[in-house]
């Protein structure tokens, strides 16, 4: 049997990249509308995430144009590039763990696993991440092989990045499971190719995103990664 991993907000926290961006990207969307409180910009985030953004970018601009409108959304976008996306990517290649880290039982749960499936992983994640699960996190060794999109230029919720997995582990789908955050990106594509899937809340901002059809519905659902040491 193969497990399939997401790497964001499944094996990694982000909350800590999020509050930064979020109290940035707040700081900058007031500064074009003055009567932004703090509730009204978690409501426009809120309704930006349910509209189903693809990576951070897409975010960013969603939440941007939830709070100022089609018209003027995009002026603010690119001072936000300039005043906190881009001060924030440099941050973070210089200390990934000051914003990144492992969810606490990440390790356990892999050691155990990996003893008795092979596990890979399938996320829309830099090239840089390699590295990172190599030599900050030491997690690059419990997986038999890893697909990040901008390698094999195919992003998930696009099928090719996953049918790509099930070639390299040369596995029938119903002998593989997909473990991740969301039930648009990871649980839907994979059910939808024959997969068993597995969502995990922790602290994701997409775990609020409701299944839409049958495939999106998850096998299991939990809160975080120990429950799998039970089933698997």
């Known amino acids: 049997m193969w497990l399939f991993f997401d790497i964001g907000e499944t094996l990694l926290s982000e909350k800590r990249f999020h ?18 409180t703090p509730n009204a910009y978690d409501e426009a985030h809120r309704r930006a995430i349910l509209c189903r953004p693809e990576g951070e970018s897409s975010r960013v601009r ?20 300039e005043k906190v996306g881009h001060p924030l990517l440099n941050s973070l290649e210089k200390d990934p763990n000051s914003f ?20 890979a992983v399938i996320a829309n994640q830099h090239r840089n991440v390699r590295n990172l699960l190599e030599r900050t996190w030491g997690l690059a060794s419990y997986f038999q092989f890893m697909i990040l999109s901008e390698e094999v230029g195919f992003k998930k919720p696009d099928r090719e990045i996953f049918l790509l997995a099930l070639d390299r582990a040369r596995v029938d789908p119903s002998e593989a499971w997909m473990i991740g955050d969301r039930v648009d990106t990871d649980v839907g594509p994979s059910r939808s190719l024959g997969m068993k899937a ?23 659902q939990f809160i975080d990664l120990k429950p799998l040491l039970n089933i698997f």
């Open 19 to 36: 509050t930064v961006r979020n109290k940035g990207l707040y700081n900058v969307l007031k500064s074009h509308r003055k009567d932004l």
């Open 100 to 119: 990144f880290q492992p969810y606490p039982e990440v390790r356990e749960v892999l050691a155990y696993l990996s003893k008795r499936h092979s596990l």
């Open 62 to 81: 969603a939440i941007a144009r939830e709070v100022l409108g089609e018209n003027e959304f995009y002026k603010a976008v690119l001072e936000y590039r």
């Open 198 to 220: 597995i969502k995990i809340k922790h602290d994701s901002e997409m775990s609020v995103i409701e299944p839409i059809s049958d495939n999106e519905e998850p096998d299991f």
